[in-house]
């Protein structure tokens, strides 16, 4: 088997089989292939990954939410259905050192390619479970979803502003997340497999993935026993840091020490604030933030973005714009840090997607590969485990994989 070995990051050499959609597991796999790793997708047939489906956007009839989780990664659609199909998995196995999965639990199992069966085929591979609440528990056998875990993990009732309906983050936080504990639990059993030979399942959830995202929340109830509500972009322990209306839009101010409040107070040219009993202490702005609040807006109105942002730099206070997504993704900074590339998809042609937020010195990552069609590399793969055109036109035939035209 000849795996896909020009990459030079730090995980080259790592081989990794893809058996996730949707999101988690996807963002988890395509970290790895940032990062080095031979990914190689396998979808599931027919349709592939459920993330193909979704209609809208789509660029030249292929999903731009498809195409923005999948690049790096090579692409076999196959079968499990089919006893040839798990045959030829089951091969794949043999010199993989990673697979993931986000089926519900069971469901491999049925089918006679679970962790019990792959680790005596493999005993170094490492199977990484991503679920909706986790391989045991009580809500073990449950399916996931990034909306339904938000609401179980309690973070749509600290999201949004005070006196609204309960909201979801504007993003996928408890599948992208889920993405990133995957990488760093595979990465950690790599390590163990390295010294040891020996594999083992990793295992994590959406639930767990956004329950870790309420530290300060779960500080405060561990410590007081309440549950603390939404406060729209204000901070739970410290104040002022949250958004500013100026002239025309929207910054972030951040007073997270004493230090800061004062330079803030100059800032905005009330000096006397410093001594104020109102807000003197933080104890005292976080009692008085609505008042803090509208003290400092009645000022902030009267200038623009650009105006206030340079005076609080000047100053030494943290702030920053509220972009739009695509203010974001077409400022000077994203692109310097690498974090917009381009790519050209065989049939979306020229594209754009997220570079990887992490940069190595000595190894760097690379982005090099859009994401595959349904089947462009079965026949590449298949010969790659030793498999001749004959069988492979015969699996073609008989439906247990699927070819991409031209693949």
């Not at 395509?30 to 592939?48: C, F, I, R, T, Y």
């Not at 069971?106 to 391989?135: F, H, M, Q, W």
């Not at 909201?167 to 497999?193: E, F, P, Q, R």
């Not at 807000?279 to 933030?289: H, I, P, S």
């Amino acid at each position: 088997m000849k795996a896909d070995t020009a990459h030079t990051g730090p995980l080259a050499g790592m081989r990794v089989l893809e058996l996730a959609q949707i999101m988690a597991g996807p963002t988890c796999g395509m970290m790895l292939a940032d990062m080095g790793a031979d990914v190689v997708k396998v979808e599931k047939l027919p349709g592939g990954d459920d993330a193909r489906g979704y209609r809208e956007p789509r660029v030249n009839g292929v999903s731009a939410p498809f195409m923005i989780l999948n690049r790096n990664k090579r692409g076999i659609a196959l079968n499990l259905k089919h006893a040839q199909g798990r045959a030829i998995l089951l091969r794949m196995v043999k010199d993989a050192d990673v697979l993931t999965e986000n089926y519900r639990r069971g469901t491999l199992e049925k089918l006679g390619i679970g962790y019990d069966v792959l680790s005596k085929i493999n005993p170094g591979l490492i199977y990484c479970a991503v679920s909706g609440y986790g391989r045991d528990g009580p809500y073990g056998d449950k399916g996931g979803f990034d909306l339904i875990a938000q609401g179980f993990a309690g973070l749509m009732s600290v999201t949004g502003e005070p006196g609204r309906p309960p909201a979801k983050t504007g993003n996928s936080i408890a599948d992208i997340n889920a993405g990133i504990l995957a990488v760093v639990g595979i990465t950690a059993a790599y390590a163990h497999k390295l010294k040891t030979g020996q594999g083992q399942i990793v295992d994590t959830s959406l639930m767990e993935a956004a329950l870790q995202q309420t530290y300060w929340h779960a500080a405060i109830h561990f410590a007081t026993g309440e549950s603390v509500g939404p406060t729209g972009s204000a901070h739970l322990l410290t104040a002022p840091y949250q958004a500013f209306r100026t002239s025309d839009g929207w910054i972030n101010v951040g007073g997270a020490n004493q230090a800061n409040w004062e330079r803030i107070a100059d800032v905005l040219g009330h000096p006397e604030w410093r001594d104020d009993p109102r807000y003197a202490t933080n104890t005292a702005r976080m009692q008085n933030l609505d008042a803090l609040t509208a003290a400092m807006n009645a000022v902030l109105i009267t200038r623009s973005k650009a105006e206030w942002i340079a005076a609080f730099d000047a100053a030494g206070v943290p702030v920053g714009p509220v972009h739009t997504i695509g203010e974001a993704l077409t400022h000077p900074q994203t692109l310097a840090r690498g974090m917009v590339v381009d790519l050209v998809h065989p049939q979306a042609g020229p594209t754009k997607a997220l570079g990887c937020p992490i940069h190595f010195s000595e190894t760097p990552t690379q982005i090099k590969r859009p994401a595959p069609m349904l089947g462009e590399h079965s026949r590449e793969l298949l010969k790659e485990y030793n498999y001749s055109d004959a069988e492979i036109d015969a699996f073609v035939a008989d439906g247990v994989i699927e070819e991409a035209a031209g693949g």
